[in-house]
Nanobody, 120 residues
Framework: VQLQASGGGLVQAGGSLRLSCAVS????????MGWYRQAPGKQRELVAV???????DYADFVKDRFTITRSNAKNTVYLQMNSLKPEDTAVYYC???????????????WGQGTLVTVSS
């Protein structure tokens, strides 16, 4: 199983970016998917998660600015980031819990990270 993230880049404060992360490989079902971020010198932190059924949860610092969605048909998760702030600068990592066969315990996978830089 592989996760391929894309969509990072440089944007001015107040701007928007959309991240995507596609899951590929031997997949029976993708359960929860999410985005985390890690700023220089800081620990990795949760940004947003979405269940297979579409239930979402967000970190307080991104509520009303970021929106997580997914396409179960494409095994892809998205993160629409609006009203970006310099403090949102970080490497963003996607995460997925994947079952590779029916009744299997889901395994945890990470994408390679995509850098988001917000200039002031």
């Amino acid at each position: 199983v592989q996760l391929q993230a894309s969509g990072g880049g440089l944007v001015q404060a107040g701007g928007s970016l959309r991240l995507s992360c596609a899951v590929s490989g031997t997949i029976h079902r993708v359960n929860a998917m999410g985005w985390y971020r890690q700023a220089p010198g800081k620990q990795r932190e949760l940004v947003a998660v979405i269940t297979n059924g579409g239930r979402t949860d967000y970190a307080d610092f991104v509520k009303d600015r970021f929106t997580i969605t997914r396409s179960n048909a494409k095994n892809t998760v998205y993160l629409q980031m609006n009203s970006l702030k310099p403090e949102d600068t970080a490497v963003y990592y996607c995460h997925a819990e994947v079952m590779d066969r029916p009744l299997a315990v889901a395994s945890s996978y990470w994408g390679q990270g995509t850098l988001v830089t917000v200039s002031s």
